[in-house]
């Protein structure tokens, strides 16, 4: 069975679920709350040191970060979580894998669904500030370039995660153990972050998805390309190679 | 073609030193229904999901349709319908996207769905969701997700699980009908001899994860023949005067077990009588196929 089509199949096992209300509604409403506080408090942000330097989009994005670097660790948690829960809750793994279908190929496309929800996630979130600043009326052009290198940056920087909580979800079959995992580590990023050794852990790094001067890129780029392929890997592997009891 | 559809040699799995399936060796023929009997934890599971390439054997082989299932497992897979346990399923979807995730692995036709739906009577319920259905729909869908792509060979781990008479006797039925309509070989696993007696044509019995007996269930049944049993008095005369008459006869407990069928009884009755002995009991003992499983898998427990 080629890629494509298990990989179809795993598209359509998420239709009319939850998924998308976490997809879709998760990235709009942090953008509504940057809205609300963007808007409100506008004014104020603006007699902010360096406010003149980055531009009204760059308030923006400066209000969003620290609190999207949080949700979108556990947003992928719950993606990961709802992708296995699927074939956890009624026993679809046994049917699934008997299948003519190389557990590869099933491991490799749900890797592929969770980073492309990721993506959507993302591209809400944009399109979620985009229409955000329109609506508070952001005197300059919108920042292409800076919003576009953010969303790079978390794009990238997403796959080790990513790989980490696909490959926790994959292995338990209590739904809480990888949700409690990714959460934790989620919540505990800013904390790995103040070490130099632990900001380049996964769930960290989309603290410095900033595209601002002095905000240490390499962390999300390095850890999304080093630890995104070699922990889908090495989950790969252990996958093959396991019982499904 | 090779012989056997199903063949294993001395499979055996180790889970963290007990021991679930223990040198197995099964061989199922081409186009028969094969039942596959033990008590509950028997192995019988463990050794359908090494058949299906679900469990990595610790020992031993299995080959399908003649070729090494862990070299060919995809294409042998391709040929193999199986329904372990409990029906899986993805309850936020509907019976006939359910199917269609099976077809679309498969392969195989869209319109198979509509076949397979109708085979388990689920077309008017193809549009609601799975998890609205009853246990004996999502068991009848775990069925129609077995067949389709037409597979040669299938395999139903514990089919009736769970379900209530009706469903049992329909389930039954399908299984029975399937091999001659489609030509499929199918090998069903049970716990109730009962369930498998009717349908099988031959059964492997398997009690801590070791094979007791495998072969015809007439095989089986002529391990139990009828008997007479008799009680009479001065049973030791009364013995001798029907060995002589030629019976062969058994005593046990001061009652005689004479190896014929009912049908000597009242011939049997009538010479005890005139030769001047009191009868006080006569009937027919013969040894249900039940009593001998249990018999067999009692015996294994206890060694």
Same mark, same amino acid.
């Given at each position: 069975?080629?890629?494509?089509?298990?990989?179809?199949?795993?598209?359509? %096992?998420?239709?009319?679920?939850?998924?998308?209300?976490? /997809?879709?509604?998760?990235?709009?409403?942090?953008?509504?709350?940057?809205?609300?506080?963007?808007?409100?408090?506008?004014?104020?942000?603006?007699?902010?040191?360096?406010?003149?330097?980055?531009?009204?989009?760059?308030?923006?994005?400066?209000?969003?970060?620290?609190?999207?670097?949080?949700?979108?660790?556990?947003?992928?948690?719950?993606?990961?979580?709802? !992708?296995?829960?699927?074939?956890?809750?009624?026993?679809?793994?046994?049917?699934?894998?008997? $299948?003519? !279908?190389?557990?590869?190929?099933?491991?490799?496309? %749900?890797?592929?669904?969770?980073?492309?929800?990721?993506?959507?996630?993302?591209?809400?979130?944009?399109?979620? &500030?985009?229409?955000?600043?329109?609506?508070? #009326?952001?005197?300059?052009?919108?920042?292409? *370039?800076?919003?576009?290198?953010?969303?790079?940056?978390?794009?990238?920087?997403?796959?080790?995660?990513?790989?980490?909580?696909?490959?926790?979800?994959?292995?338990?079959?209590?739904?809480?153990?990888?949700?409690?995992?990714?959460?934790?580590?989620?919540?505990?990023?800013?904390?790995?972050?103040?070490?130099?050794?632990?900001?380049?852990?996964?769930?960290?790094?989309?603290?410095?998805?900033?595209?601002?001067?002095? /905000?240490?890129?390499?962390?999300?780029?390095?850890?999304?390309?080093? +630890?995104?392929?070699?922990?889908?890997?090495? *989950?790969?592997?252990?996958?093959?190679?396991?019982?499904?009891? | 073609? +090779?012989? &056997?559809?199903?063949?294993?040699?001395?499979?055996?799995?180790?889970?963290?030193?007990?021991?679930?399936?223990?040198?197995?060796?099964?061989?199922?023929?081409?186009?028969?229904?094969?039942?596959?009997?033990?008590?509950?934890?028997?192995?019988?599971?463990?050794?359908?999901?090494?058949?299906? #390439?679900?469990?990595?054997?610790?020992?031993?082989?299995?080959?399908?349709?003649?070729?090494?299932?862990?070299?060919?497992?995809?294409?042998?897979?391709?040929?193999?319908?199986?329904?372990?346990?409990?029906?899986?399923?993805?309850?936020?979807?509907? *019976?006939?996207?359910?199917?269609?995730?099976?077809?679309?692995?498969?392969?195989?036709?869209?319109?198979?769905?509509?076949? !397979?739906?109708?085979?388990?009577?689920?077309?008017?319920?193809?549009?609601?969701?799975?998890?609205?259905?009853?246990?004996?729909? %999502?068991?009848?869908?775990?069925?129609?997700?077995?067949?389709?792509?037409?597979?040669?060979?299938?395999?139903?781990?514990?089919?009736?699980? #769970?379900?209530?008479?009706?469903?049992?006797?329909?389930?039954?039925? $399908?299984?029975?009908?399937?091999?001659?309509?489609?030509?499929?070989?199918?090998?069903?696993?049970?716990?109730?001899?009962?369930?498998?007696?009717?349908?099988?044509?031959?059964?492997?019995?398997?009690?801590?994860?070791?094979?007791?007996? =495998?072969?015809?269930?007439?095989?089986? =049944?002529?391990?139990?023949?009828?008997?007479?049993?008799?009680?009479?008095?001065?049973?030791?005369?009364?013995?001798?005067?029907?060995?002589?008459?030629?019976?062969?006869?058994?005593?046990?407990?001061?009652?005689?077990?004479?190896?014929?069928?009912?049908?000597?009884?009242?011939?049997?009755?009538?010479?005890?009588?005139?030769?001047?002995?009191?009868?006080?009991?006569?009937?027919?003992?013969?040894?249900?196929?039940?009593?001998? &499983?249990?018999?067999?898998?009692?015996?294994?427990?206890?060694?």
């Amino acid at each position: 069975m080629r890629l494509p089509d298990v990989f179809a199949t795993e598209v359509y %096992k998420q239709k009319n679920g939850i998924m998308w209300w976490l /997809v879709i509604g998760g990235p709009l409403l942090i953008a509504g709350l940057i809205f609300i506080d963007v808007w409100v408090r506008y004014d104020y942000l603006l007699t902010k040191n360096r406010s003149a330097e980055l531009g009204p989009w760059g308030i923006m994005l400066g209000e969003a970060v620290y609190l999207w670097a949080m949700f979108m660790p556990m947003g992928i948690t719950l993606i990961a979580a709802i !992708v296995h829960y699927r074939e956890f809750s009624e026993n679809a793994w046994k049917h699934l894998l008997s $299948l003519p !279908v190389t557990r590869g190929s099933v491991y490799v496309s %749900k890797w592929l669904l969770i980073v492309l929800l990721t993506y959507l996630a993302i591209l809400f979130l944009m399109l979620g &500030f985009f229409v955000a600043g329109k609506i508070i #009326g952001l005197s300059a052009p919108f920042a292409f *370039g800076s919003y576009g290198r953010y969303a790079l940056y978390q794009a990238v920087g997403a796959l080790g995660i990513i790989s980490i909580q696909h490959w926790l979800s994959s292995r338990f079959k209590n739904v809480i153990m990888p949700v409690a995992i990714g959460i934790g580590l989620s919540v505990c990023a800013i904390f790995l972050a103040q070490s130099k050794v632990l900001s380049f852990f996964p769930h960290a790094t989309i603290l410095y998805t900033m595209p601002f001067e002095g /905000v240490e890129n390499n962390r999300p780029l390095l850890s999304g390309l080093i +630890a995104g392929p070699v922990l889908l890997v090495l *989950g790969l592997l252990e996958f093959r190679r396991r019982d499904i009891v | 073609m +090779a012989a &056997f559809v199903i063949e294993t040699n001395n499979l055996t799995k180790t889970f963290k030193g007990f021991k679930p399936v223990d040198a197995l060796s099964l061989q199922v023929k081409k186009g028969e229904v094969y039942g596959f009997l033990g008590p509950n934890g028997a192995g019988k599971t463990t050794t359908i999901r090494m058949l299906l #390439g679900l469990i990595r054997p610790t020992k031993g082989e299995v080959r399908i349709f003649g070729k090494p299932l862990e070299r060919y497992r995809l294409e042998i897979a391709r040929k193999i319908g199986s329904m372990v346990e409990t029906p899986s399923y993805y309850g936020h979807l509907t *019976g006939y996207e359910n199917l269609e995730i099976t077809r679309k692995l498969l392969d195989a036709e869209r319109k198979d769905i509509d076949r !397979v739906l109708e085979i388990v009577r689920l077309t008017e319920w193809r549009n609601t969701k799975v998890k609205t259905y009853s246990l004996g729909m %999502k068991q009848r869908l775990g069925i129609a997700q077995a067949l389709i792509g037409k597979p040669e060979l299938l395999i139903l781990d514990e089919p009736t699980n #769970g379900l209530d008479p009706a469903g049992i006797h329909e389930i039954r039925d $399908l299984i029975v009908t399937l091999p001659e309509q489609m030509n499929m070989t199918v090998l069903v696993s049970s716990h109730i001899l009962q369930e498998v007696e009717r349908i099988a044509d031959r059964v492997g019995i398997i009690n801590h994860g070791k094979l007791l007996f =495998q072969g015809e269930l007439a095989e089986l =049944q002529s391990r139990s023949q009828a008997k007479i049993y008799v009680e009479a008095d001065r049973p030791d005369e009364a013995a001798r005067l029907l060995f002589n008459t030629g019976y062969r006869i058994e005593k046990r407990e001061g009652a005689l077990y004479i190896d014929a069928d009912k049908s000597r009884a009242a011939e049997i009755n009538k010479s005890l009588i005139l030769n001047g002995y009191d009868v006080s009991h006569i009937s027919e003992e013969r040894k249900s196929l039940e009593d001998i &499983f249990l018999e067999m898998t009692k015996e294994a427990q206890s060694v």
